[in-house]
């Protein structure tokens, strides 16, 4: 019935999607595009910029350094250890089982027939077969305490014992053993996992020993080896059992700043990663307690708020952190911007070999997992400069990251009860992007955060999205992708990869809730392959280490690697500048598409233009103006005021009086009748004279149609109650209006006299809702927007 012939003889037209050919050498020339629709191509080109010099706070669900094209990217400090924080709590690995060795003083391990000393879990033995931690203790096992990374979304504790059996080997011979100064040695488990595709859990032992200083613990042994086995043990044929070797002395020892913390395991030693753990060396909250004896604050909306972070390795050998992925989502956010285009991965199955660069190889990534326990403020002040001191955020005089990339949000805005830009979370990100907010000294921080995906409506921008200080980012058409992953077999919009860089239906729209022009910036998120994880589920997998990624998460780190790269050449010429110079600066030089200003805002980002400027080449100039930022902070005023800030371990929040220039102009909220003006400053980076074209645009009502009327709330009955599951007693329904009912509609009263009001040949019914605007907004209230009314309005279709 649904046969292209049948739609034909019903009237309906018909359009031919022509099968692709994904090996055609004109269709698909390469697997990415980034560069050449970012403009960083010709970026590094012309400028040798590449985001040299600075770093990314990626605030996501952690990541994963296993691949070759972004193991590098890591950031480090000045000892190179790896700069990497937790703030969801979730990468604490326990080893504070203690097994007690006796060494002589010539350095030889001897059996030891005494009691072992109090406090400790097991002793050390030795065979002719090697060296041993005696786990299984005649028979009794041994009780390991272990962290558990799931909790609280999964398990009832988190800390929970796990019973070990197999003797574990740290030594070939008595003389030729893994050291440890003291003869202590600490065993524990890494237990944890992803949610990413197959949920599988990683059970990792890991031995903690002081090799250099008694007392002084500072390398860590992984057996991945035996990890691995376990892993993959699904794959077995039936009756096949996995080949456990239990044995620490086959494996690599990790030691901090060697640049080598990463968790990965080379099963066949074919010179491909096979198995990854995460990297080892994270600064982790300690949310729930479990090693300072003390909990966090946890606020309803903000989750935790305070609390120190650990050390990435406690000295005396009970625990250290560890930074996993747990979605793949962190890690594909960060390689959109940091990917080398080292490693070739045969995307299209056809033997043809692709490269995935990144549009900023050469930043660095901070990665801040946030994401599981929600503990994104915690992780924006980290990231700002901020350090929690008994309960107070302090400023250090110095922001720990160039940038933060926010590659979610929230679209469902009733869940913080609060207009998406007017809730705290939106607040919070206004006031970090602003110069001498929280400290006179404190310099602001760049923040990018994804627009949403949830267009095509207008309006359907999130929070914390929608601040109107912060850079957001709607997604734009690539031309590389098709018929791959979830989409395979399916054809795309039109048969060629010919057209590209237009606005993504599902990219949320503006305006902001207070009326300010959003999103502000587009760039790539239908969509676009990014290097992943080299974590394999099965032994013999051909799987290659790349994903489909896309959605307004990719759009949002590639214009956080665009200002990266903006921020280096800046940096080359000795200009200064602040958040707010590089948001106007990218506004400026992007490429219109064409689309309205809700639904692109300036257009599509464009690296190589915004260096254009800074280099004063092409005539390339940008535009402020003087007032959007004073209009913005009237309405946001009294909603910051609101904030109990000490609560969050601030005396006082506050958007700074001082006037910052803003690219895109809001006028205020007006009243019919009212004015409003601005001053827009044009800046020509050259001493040449350039010609500007300024075009006026009038705005005018056409048609107005109104229907006037009035609904009720409607509490179900009691007696439909008794006939269902609903306990609730205070639930409602709502309101059903005939269309044939709507006959005060002047357009549309003889409309639905009609018997068939809706014609044979109609091909599409719009209905709105509208609510007066004074009303809806709570315009009146000293908070604007206090008492949001959610509306919603259905359409049901049926045959009886």
Known sequence: ENSVSNLISRGYYVIEDFPLDFHSEDEITDASRIGEITGSNLAETKYNVTGDGINIAVVDTGVDFSNPDIRESLARDKFNHPIMIDADGQGIVLTNATFFAYVDDDDIIRNYSKPIPEGMTSGVYTTKEGVFLDIFQGGKGTQVPIYNSFFPQAGSSVIFNGTLNTDMKIGDNNRDYIKSKSGIYHLGIMYQGSFSGQVRIQVVPVLFVDSNVAGKYDTIIPDLSTSWEDYTRFSLESGETPNYDFDFTDEKPIVLG?????????????????????????????????????????????????????????????????MTDFMGHGTASSASITSKGIQEYDIYNNTKKFVIKGVAPDAKIVPIKALWFGDTVYAWLWAAGFENEENNWKFTGKTNVDIISNSWGISNFPILKSAPGMDVLSLIQSILVTPKSLDDDYPGITIVSSAGNSGPGYGTIGMPNASPFGISVGATTNNVFVGYGPFENQPRFGNTTTHYNHVVDFSSRGPGIIGDPKPDIMSIGAHGFVPSSMLKLEKDSKLESFSLFGGTSMAAPLVSGSAAVLMEGLNKQSIDYDPFTIKNILMSTATDLQNDPYTQGSGLVNVNTALEFVNAENGIFIVYNDASYNNIKKILDPVVESINSTAIGFESFKIPSKSMPMTSWFAGQLSPGEKESAIFTIENPTDAQIEIKIKSQKLSLIKKNQFEGETKVRQLDANYLKDTDLKEKDAFIPNYVKLSDVKLHEDLGEFFDKTNPIPDDASLLILNVNFPFSAFMNKTADVYADDMKISSLYLYDWVD
């Open 258 to 322: 060697s640049g080598n913390e990463y968790l990965i395991y080379d099963s066949n030693e074919d010179g491909k990663i096979d198995y990854s753990a995460g990297t080892i060396g994270a600064r982790v909250l300690d949310v729930h307690g479990v090693i300072q004896n003390k909990t966090v604050n946890i606020d309803d909306n903000l989750n935790a708020i305070n609390g120190t972070l650990l050390p990435p390795l406690d000295p005396k050998g009970e625990f250290f952190g560890v």
